[in-house]
């Protein structure tokens, strides 16, 4: 394994970070050289005390604030005034609460950092415009603390979802003026106290993941939430390396500075994602063994013609597109569960659902590693000519071929929703009927 860029002991990383703190897109012309990662020895994961125990499987939602996707109501940032304001965004996650308990959901994964501003109030990041309209205006209240209390008061748990890397959703000139508007706010956005560490990628302002004071600095991010805040969990989305092919992300300069050692940019690249999820996991556990950490990556790590370890499917896959080598996380214990979104149906032949949701279920196999496989909720009820299954039956036949998969396998502890609005809307509707039926029966029998 590659060491830390500093040569400082972890633990003295670690105090300062905290006091400091306190798809199926077609693969490439050009084949890549096959790579098999090779097998390590499976570590003792860090809560393998707990693995003999019970878990109740997850029956999950992710709940997006991204461009208020989910959560808060557009409506509530032109209310008369800020209690108004606030009552409205208040009552609307109270609301979405009781219905996902009446669904027997158990955990919900809510974004608290959607990009480089936060939806708590951070000593790092300034306060998100989700909430008001302007990045860094006071809200009023605590978002994440209120959805905890909300949430653990109807006995559900939340994991704070991290988008590591995003600093905004787009490259608007208005975007980039608010973004520099910031600097007389404490805190001021990264973009303007570190525009070294800024590149552009996907047609958006991200974080260069080769800079390692970047990586510090987003592990000191995690390490206020988990410290202040009774989080069940933290998880990490899918967005390491996000490019698009009219939008790379530049990171030439970055190479020549630090990957002199690397056969190549993209074993570089691997080794930089590596090292941020390596920190972070021993971060969470030496301030609180007990939160759970995770990620959620593309569904597929690599395809079988690529690598003779992958998955026999043929789309874009985590480790040759994100640089996010996956699998490897989950057999060297750094993750408590792991959660790959898994968007597509037993009929589409690139990327099968149980060729994919089987293939994770082996990989965790050996390890202390939970799975909680992501369900395509948002595709229900949608024609699509190469998915038609959605629309069979309302969608229903598709979900219960999906969640009776993973019911029946002894390796898969959950499933998550994509995602939390989608549970409104019209054509999901007898899906929704059929979960409620299946998922509130469970929660019951549970319970007794």
């Known amino acids: 394994m590659v060491a830390y860029c500093s040569h400082r002991p972890w633990p003295t990383r670690l105090g ?16 890549p050289d096959s790579v098999v990662t090779p097998l390590p020895p499976v570590a003792k994961q860090p809560l393998a005390d707990k ?55 158990n955990t919900v994964f809510f974004q608290v950092k959607p990009d480089g501003t936060a939806l708590w109030p951070s000593k790092i990041l300034p306060w998100s415009d989700m909430l008001t309209g302007k990045i860094g205006m006071d809200p009023g209240y605590d978002p994440l603390q209120f959805m905890l209390d909300e949430a653990h008061k109807r006995g559900m748990k939340v994991h704070a979802w991290f988008n590591p890397y995003r600093v905004s959703v787009n490259l608007k000139p208005g975007t980039e003026a608010e973004l520099n508007r910031t600097l007389s706010l404490r805190p001021a956005s990264v973009f303007v106290l570190h525009r070294d560490w800024v590149r552009t ?22 390490a206020e939430v988990v410290a202040r805040y009774p989080v069940d969990g933290v998880q990490f989305d899918d967005y390491f390396y996000t490019e698009s092919p ?85 057999q060297q214990g750094l993750l408590d569960y792991i959660a790959p979104q898994i968007y597509w149906p037993f009929s589409r032949s690139a990327a099968r659902y149980d060729v994919l949701a089987n293939w994770w279920a082996n990989v ?57 609005s989608y549970l409104h809307q019209p054509q999901t509707q007898k899906a929704v009927s059929y979960l409620r039926q299946r998922w509130a029966d469970q929660a019951t029998v549970t319970a007794q």
Not at 385 to 408: F, T
Request: charged fraction near 25%.
């Open 51 to 105: 693995a003999s125990s019970f878990q109740e499987p997850v029956r999950g939602v992710w709940l997006a604030t991204v461009s208020r996707l989910d959560w808060p109501p557009i409506n509530s940032i032109n209310a008369s005034s800020a209690a108004s304001r606030n009552s409205q965004q208040q009552k609307a996650l109270t609301d979405k609460l009781d219905q996902l308990k009446s669904l027997g959901v």
């Open 364 to 420: 965790v196999k050996p390890t202390h590693t939970r799975l909680y496989i992501g369900v395509a909720l948002y595709k229900v009820g949608e024609p699509s000519k190469k998915e038609p299954d959605w629309m069979i039956d309302g969608g229903v036949a598709e979900l219960r071929r999906q969640l009776d998969l993973n019911d029946a396998n002894p390796h898969i502890n959950g499933t998550i929703l994509f995602r939390e």
């Open 201 to 222: 990628s996907g047609d958006r302002y991200v974080l260069d993941p080769g800079i390692p004071e970047a990586r510090d600095w987003i592990t000191s991010i995690v």
């Open 246 to 330: 009219g939008a790379m992300l530049n990171d030439s300069e970055t190479f020549r500075e630090y990957g002199q050692h690397f056969a190549s940019k993209a074993d570089w690249r691997r080794n930089n994602t590596q090292q941020l999820i390596e920190q972070v996991s021993r971060a969470i556990k030496q301030l609180k063994p007990d939160v759970e950490f995770g990620v959620s990556p593309a569904g597929v790590w690599r395809n079988r013609s690529y690598d003779p370890a992958g998955s026999d499917t043929r789309g874009a896959a985590a480790y040759d597109e994100s640089f996010a080598d996956t699998r490897r996380w989950v």
């Open 16 to 31: 300062a970070l905290v006091c400091c703190a306190l798809f199926l897109a077609g693969c490439s012309g050009k084949k």
